[in-house]
């Protein structure tokens, strides 16, 4: 049984330094989980997060912004500064994102977690 306890810990203990950076409590799962994806799949294009996330555009569009350091405009929600967008090389109609260095250092704390 301890053995169960500790993996359910790796899985809370990434979500709590999320939390840490945002305490006012209002940071949806679904946002978090998107900025897992991010690390999962650096460089990785806003298309390619909405069909691994299931969601839909505008919700993926939106958690996106919060995780940036714009935030949600419309919805008076501070960004986090933990990824950026911009254009691909290749195509200015594609849309990438990539973690800040405020980010790396979450996910190499987060990837600290996880090997323990």
């Known amino acids: 049984m301890a053995g169960d ?3 359910y810990m790796k899985a809370i203990l990434p ?5 840490k950076i945002d305490p006012s409590d209002s940071l949806s799962a679904s946002t978090v ?11 990785s294009t806003i298309k ?3 069909q691994v996330t299931e969601l839909r555009r505008s919700s993926a569009s ?4 919060i995780l940036t350091e714009r935030g949600d405009r419309a919805r008076a929600r501070p960004g986090l500064g933990l990824v950026t967008t ?9 849309k ?4 800040t260095a405020k980010g790396q250092r979450l996910a190499n704390d987060i990837a600290k977690i996880m090997e323990t």
């Open 5 to 7: 306890t500790r993996s």
């Open 15 to 19: 979500i709590e330094l999320v939390r």
């Open 33 to 43: 989980l998107m900025l897992l994806y991010v690390m999962q799949y650096p460089d």
């Open 48 to 50: 390619k997060l909405e």
């Open 62 to 65: 939106r958690h996106i912004l």
């Open 86 to 94: 911009y254009e691909d090389a290749q195509d200015s109609r594609v």
């Open 96 to 99: 990438r994102v990539k973690l």
